[in-house]
């Protein structure tokens, strides 16, 4: 008999007024009691749309039952079968607009939590088997794979599974891409992550730390020298946007991915540390999506007040809700309908406050949101000693300029067929660097896309 | 890991690294950067190239103790290992087609300077050096300068060693005594590539300076090391590091640059006591 209740099992998390002042997890995560009887929620329909709203096409009502059931590790097997990161996607997708939007529960109260429910299965499967996949008898093909974020792992991840050897080459001292110096550790503990690089080395992945395709290798190598069969391009958004005012360069004005970088990869806010970060009294931080709520939350754990200046209304924020939730209930204070339109500092041009004007929304604008308009004489100050923009990126361009035969659109992101394969012969790509700044799903969704294709035309050409 | 094949101590502050990075060697280039990072809890900096052997595999850096982690990094000796050291990053000097060139190096910026320097005098262009010191006791790389260059002036701020004063004079009077020269080239101090620029923009000769803000990761994805040029917003570690002087907003770029340095004194000092702790 199915669970009839209209509201999801609440996820267990620390209390807000003590998350905000550190860097631990905030969801803490179902119990076994709690994530039976949310599967239970699940009618098991027999058309599945959850599955059509998932990237990855994770098999989600065969998972739940199995949840129900109490058979977390056959759950946990039928996700991995199509997920390459259950226990990252668990805690960073977007279900609200994937899965969960689908779910027949989700017409008359809350839907399943699929999330939380993947979440458990992947944090159970980790701490229950411990035992590292064995490695697949090699097929003898090389496969090169550019950036150890989302789109790369899963890619490699894939073709290691088929037999393929495969190498990743990451710039960083670190693998895991965004997910180790974007995503803050109380939302994606960074052990998690290295569980799962873990996991693709014992497949037979080697992972290339400090090595800078377009720099210290080029693709050209790869191809001619090294004997990679087919390269993957997974190098990520790049550069960060700057707002076109006045006093963008004074001290204190942050990207959000330098932010974020600083307390993630290099763990800024410890005292051994040797990498120093700002610790402000009051920040602004300029944007809605995911970044700029990260951005935020660190700055709140650093001891700032936090204020999120937004063009757009409460309801346009692109990041997810219950990010947007999460922020709320630690203290940020959001400035939605605002934007700012210049910056001011003092004789040591240290940031002290910026100027902001309300805006009120217009019509639709191409992209079907409605477009912010300033009204005019409306600027006002907040005293700020902290600025940080967290407005998207646009792609790096290093692999440009130093890559033949590669087709750029305007914005500068990697053109590719529907397979993931470039405009170059055996060079693919995939995830931020294709898209412009987009979720770790998709990402993974690309590298996934591409790993088939990569197999298949190594195949055809064997 | 990125063994450190040979240690020389040039001055007490001034050290020379030769560390074994075979893939660096084989692509580094005048100008280019890279980035190390000494141990786990390390801070990522960027170290401009001063030489590379291709076919020994190593990349050499010369390097001042200033700070925490140069600091730390004097601390190793041959056979030790870096944690991280990546690159080469950044793009090559332009330095072909010049006819007649001043170099301007000051202090361990000198370590930069030469390998330029060298690229234009191989490249045959006529190459006057102006490198300058606060002391004797900083000087690096006297003879290297003169055998690759047609003109060498050394100076000190406190003239215990060549002629007292500063480069921005040495280079004035080179230009007012009539040498026409395509470029000038400065790498040293923001002060003294911000003093360098305003010396030539009268003349109205080209002058490229080579920028090292603070950066993290040196590839263009966190923004620390943007610079105002010309009104543009310009990352030094993919457009740059060599920017044109002229165009260089120097004013806030060289506040930028000593936005942390509170912490780094601090760390300087922890560091100090740490490291006297555990040598003596």
Redesign the interface.
Known sequence: MPNMSLKKNPMPSQEPDIRNKNFQEVALGYTAEQAMDEAQRCLNCKHKPCITGCPVMVNIPDFIAEVAKGNFEEAYQIIAATSALPAVCGRVCPQESQCEKYCVRGIKGEPVGIGRLERFVADWHNSNNKELPEKPVSNGHKVAVVGSGPAGLTCAGDLARLGYDVTVFEALHLAGGVLVYGIPEFRLPKAIVQKEVDGLKALGVTIATDTVIGRTISIDELQEEYGFEAVFIGSGAGLPMFMDIPGINYRGVYSANEFLTRINLMKAYLPESDTPIQHPKTVAVVGGGNVAMDAARCAKRLGAAVYIVYRRGMEELPARKEEVEHAEEEGIIFKTLHNPVEIFADENDDVNKVRCIRMELGEPDASGRRRPIEIPGSEFDIDVDCVIMALGTSPNPLIKDTTKGIQFNRKGGIVVNEDGLTSRDGVYAGGDAVTGAATVILAMGAGKTAAKAIDEAIRAKA | MFRIVRKEVLQPSVILYEIEAP??AK?AQPGQFIIL?VDE????IPITIHDYDSIKGTVTIIVQTIG??TL?LSMLNEGDCL???????GKATETEGRKKVAVVGGGVGCAIAYPVLKKFHDDGAEVHAIIGFRSKDLLILEDKFKAASNHLVVCTDDGSYGRKGLVTEALKELIDAGHQYDEVFAIGPMVMMKFVSLTTQPYGIPTTVSMSPIM??G??????C???VGGE?K?AC?DGPDFDGHKV?W??AV??NQ??AE??KH?YEEVCNLLNKEVR
Do not use: Q
């Open positions: 893939l660096i692509k990072r809890n390390g801070e990522r925490a982690t730390k944690h991280n050291f990546v690159g080469p990053l993290i990761d590839t263009g994805m966190c923004g620390g943007r610079l105002s917003t990352f993919v907003d004013n806030i506040k930028r936005m942390y912490f780094e760390k």
